[in-house]
């Protein structure tokens, strides 16, 4: 199954109705992010941040930053207008994502919980981060509930459907 997928995803093909990960410029970031900020030229404001439960980073000069929902390069404008109010001159920020937000894997799996995302995940990697499927696991009823879906819709998916950073994954149970 790893090596289909593997293969699949070598030759460049996709299922039907499945949603390609997002590109760096447009991915939105989320609680659980953590996050790199640097300042040039003022090495004890930049550091690593986590974006926290609420979807903020606490900045050691600006306060907290509402990061939940913006891109990389949205939060870097943020943070130089906030740091240009009356802390530095004409400031100059870059942000780059460190580690993404976790991904979960539920249901009929042998260690179900949070496990950290790494790009082009699929559903088979998840499954296989978290110990493959239990006796009971059906592999056709498998759901992806999408971080970024206002709905939380749970959308069917295959072992081929790639996976987001803070994206569940409900491995259901067979009936025999």
Not at 108 to 133: Q, S
């Amino acid at each position: 199954m790893l090596l289909a997928a593997l293969a699949l995803a070598a030759c460049g093909g996709e299922p039907s109705g499945a949603r390609l990960a997002a590109a760096p410029t447009d991915y939105r970031l989320g609680p659980g992010d953590r996050l790199r900020v640097e300042v040039f030229g003022e090495p004890e404001l930049s550091g690593d941040y986590d974006v926290d439960a609420a979807g903020a980073v606490p900045l050691k000069l600006g306060g907290r930053i509402e990061a939940k929902g913006l891109t990389s390069r949205e939060l870097e404008q943020a943070i130089e207008h906030r740091l240009a109010q009356g802390f530095l001159q004409n400031p100059h920020v870059t942000v780059s994502t460190v580690a993404y937000r976790p991904f979960y894997v539920l249901g009929e799996v042998l260690k179900p919980g949070p496990y950290p995302y790494v790009a082009g995940m699929t559903v088979a990697h998840g499954v296989a981060i978290a110990g493959g499927y239990t006796y009971r696991a059906s592999r056709r009823t498998i759901t992806v509930q999408h971080f970024d879906d206002p709905g939380a819709r749970q959308q069917p998916a295959d072992e081929t459907s790639p996976i987001l950073p803070g994206d569940l994954i409900r491995i259901g149970e067979r009936l025999f």
